[in-house]
């Protein structure tokens, strides 16, 4: 079966600091992942997404950046983060070309101080 | 672009029947789907339409009007447990763009 990690949980940042966040998915080949930011009591905007290794869409400008440098997995990362990226980051998976549901990691909860 | 619109809050009784509608405007389309999300957890699936009509999951519905770009989520016989925010979501292009949620209180 396949499952989907994300770590860390929780994580508190100063601003100006770099942010690394990292999912990986078992169980499945050649998945779409995406990266989700969900601000509190708001929907998710969508971040980036990415078909294959390597190949990384952006949806909105912003201070962050993906890379996906393995087949399952994913990296969000930031060099210097500020207030405004505090959220709840979600990062998901779902077959490539085929419409299927998308399975969510637990969410990484960002607080910048 | 991608427009994917409902309501923001609706309320109702334990028991009742609540349904919650979303329109999309989007420029592609490859099917719907709606999740549940608790606060603080991350979604988890509830339903897929991608032809039109009615799937039915139990105490939960989802139908699909492509030709309208409308679908509703159905939730019969209403439980405590069913007070969540409930995500409208269009998946095209590899994409899966959501709405921005509707909060649902079950009350007593």
């Known amino acids: 079966s396949q499952t989907i990690h994300q770590w860390p949980a929780t994580l508190v940042q100063p601003v100006g600091s770099p942010l690394s966040l990292e999912c990986t998915v078992e169980?499945?080949?050649?998945?779409?992942l995406y990266w989700y930011r969900q601000a509190a009591g708001r929907g998710l905007q969508l971040l980036f997404y990415?078909?294959?290794?390597?190949?990384i869409s952006s949806e909105v400008p912003q201070n962050l950046s993906a890379s996906r440098p393995q087949d399952r997995q994913f990296i969000l990362s930031s060099k210097k983060l500020l207030l405004s990226d505090s959220g709840f980051y979600l990062c998901?998976?779902?077959?490539?070309?085929?419409?299927?549901?998308?399975?969510f990691g637990q969410g990484t909860r960002l607080t910048v101080v | 672009g991608q427009n994917i619109d409902q309501p923001t809050e609706m309320t109702a009784t334990e028991g009742a029947i609540v349904q919650i509608n979303c329109t999309y405007q989007?420029?592609?389309?490859?099917?719907l789907f709606w999740y549940q999300q608790h606060a603080g957890e991350a979604p988890t699936f509830l339903s897929y339409?991608?032809?039109?009509g009615l799937e039915e999951k139990g105490r939960f519905s989802s139908f699909l009007s492509r030709s309208k770009g409308y679908s509703y989520l159905l939730l019969k016989e209403l439980q405590m447990k069913d007070s969540a925010s409930y995500l409208c979501?269009?998946?095209?292009?590899?994409?899966?763009?959501f709405g921005a949620g509707t909060t649902v209180t079950v009350r007593a």
């Open positions: 998901a998976w779902s077959s490539l070309g085929v419409s299927t549901e998308a399975f």
């Open positions: 169980g499945t080949s050649n998945p779409n």
């Open positions: 990415s078909v294959g290794i390597g190949q």
């Open positions: 989007t420029s592609g389309f490859n099917g």
């Open positions: 339409n991608v032809l039109d």
């Open positions: 979501a269009v998946f095209n292009d590899y994409k899966l763009s």
